[in-house]
């Protein structure tokens, strides 16, 4: 009788146990996702040695185990800060102006700084920093950044503006009529000069919002500016515009409305969407749902021509991809606004609660770990650096008061962006029927 060939089940299974073992006992797993499958088919190769047949066995089955971990399914959704233009050189004569209130946030004016640094090397603009001498040295010298910045003005990337006493996070909004050289006030007068094309600010919202209307004016036609926030929604590829998110406590129809017309033409030409769909925040789908403002505000945006009125949008709708605009008034918008920046940190903790204890919970927490901080990242409004604000006669965003470099960097993205596309040009060109 001929002698028994090599065991094709046995001799698999042992490498395949042995590959398992090794996979769990490596501390830089993370480090190997990519390179797993053809780890995984070599070493049940040379495992298998003579088994003959056993070998594809092995590294097919091998490869089948391990498919869940080097493919990951939250892949698309590791979305970088730059895309694929940051790697592109810049040319200088593309770069824009932009106004930068160095004394705005809760860690200003270091911070802020720091982001203006690192934007000018990833973005096509110029900013004009605008701060207080002895605090920015201070900051400067604490992190370390003179080298940098020195560099940055000699290339003619930033120039310093010197500034008055700054208005403070807690301070009222209307102090910025007494504090007429305060850093806010000064980056607001650069666009009114022309010598910007956009202001960012991640200091005392109502005091920016005001400065915005003294310094700038309203857009003709415009009664009330609005916050604009973008949303994330199911598609990865699409946000939502939702205002007002806070300006504006009470309400007319007439406010929404002439926030709708604003919302069409910033989806349109900054955001491209070819025909935005505009949504009304409501409690229900039917046209007789809702408070008064509500009832009363349906009809103005069911006869608007200019824009596609796509009816209510209930709270479940928002991030649903239906609706690329949606206005309601500033109390709803702030609620909603809040409560998106909380679930990101909330879906992290509750994923973390549920993962199986012990190894096997380490294990997927090293794969899972990072893909879930990208998740509460994107729903975390705080990490889009910032809000527009729309309806004054200029290119304004408001940043998150705690904002820091990465935000900072974020938010002048959003002001190069809207200034680049000529939006400003067909909101001055937009009239609208005032309806009380």
């Avoid at 932009?98 to 203006?116: S, T, Y």
């Avoid at 200091?203 to 309203?218: E, Q």
């Avoid at 989806?267 to 403002?293: F, H, T, W, Y």
Wanted: net charge neutral; proline share 4%; with cysteine.
């Amino acid at each position: 009788m001929p002698p028994k060939g090599p065991d094709k089940r046995a001799k698999p299974s042992r490498a395949i146990r042995r590959l398992v073992i090794w996979y769990r006992r490596n501390a830089a797993v993370t480090s190997l996702v990519d390179s797993a499958t053809s780890t995984a088919g070599s070493m049940a190769g040379n495992m298998a040695g003579a088994a003959g047949a056993a070998t594809s066995v092995a590294g097919n089955m091998a490869n089948t185990v391990l498919q869940p971990l080097v493919f990951d399914p939250l892949r698309r959704l590791q979305r970088g800060l730059g895309g694929p233009d940051e790697d592109k050189p810049i040319n200088d004569a593309d770069r824009l102006w932009v106004a930068v209130d160095g004394m705005g946030g809760d860690f200003a004016p270091g911070p802020i700084l720091e982001g203006c640094l690192r934007a000018v090397e990833l973005l096509p603009l110029r900013v004009r920093f605008v701060a207080e001498q002895a605090p920015l040295q201070a900051a400067m010298a604490e992190m370390g950044l003179q080298e940098e910045l020195d560099e940055a003005v000699a290339r003619g990337l930033i120039q310093l503006v010197a500034s008055g006493p700054s208005v403070g996070m807690d301070e009222e909004a209307t102090v910025v009529r007494k504090k007429r050289d305060a850093s806010i006030n000064m980056a607001m007068d650069l666009v009114k000069q022309g010598q910007a094309t956009a202001v960012y600010s991640a200091g005392n919202s109502g005091a920016v919002m005001a400065s915005a209307i003294f310094r700038l004016g309203r857009l003709k036609s415009i009664d009330r500016p609005a916050i604009g926030a973008l949303f994330p929604t199911k598609d990865t590829e699409q946000q939502v515009l939702v205002l007002d998110v806070g300006a504006n406590m009470d309400c007319k129809p007439a406010y929404l409305h002439q926030w709708a017309l604003l919302g069409h033409i910033y989806s349109r030409d900054v955001l491209q969407v070819a025909n935005p769909r505009i949504g009304l925040v409501n409690i229900g789908e039917e046209e007789c749902k809702g408070n008064e403002l509500c009832l009363r505000t349906y009809p103005l945006l069911a006869e608007e021509e200019r824009f596609v009125f796509a009816g209510n949008c209930e709270g479940r709708d928002i991030l649903s991809g239906e609706f690329d605009v949606v206005v309601c008034d500033g109390f709803t918008g702030n609620v909603l606004l809040k409560f998106l920046e909380s679930v990101g940190s909330v879906l992290l903790d509750v994923i973390k609660e549920e993962l199986p204890r012990g190894r096997r919970g380490k294990v997927g927490s090293a794969f899972l770990i990072n893909n879930l901080r990208r998740i509460k990242k994107r729903l975390d409004h705080a990490e889009h650096g910032g809000a527009l604000l729309l309806g004054v006669d200029g290119v304004c965003v408001i940043g998150h008061g705690s904002s820091k470099a990465l935000s900072v960097l974020s938010a002048l993205r959003l002001a190069h962006s809207a200034a680049s596309h000529g939006v400003m040009a067909n909101l001055h060109a937009l009239t609208t029927t005032v309806v009380d």
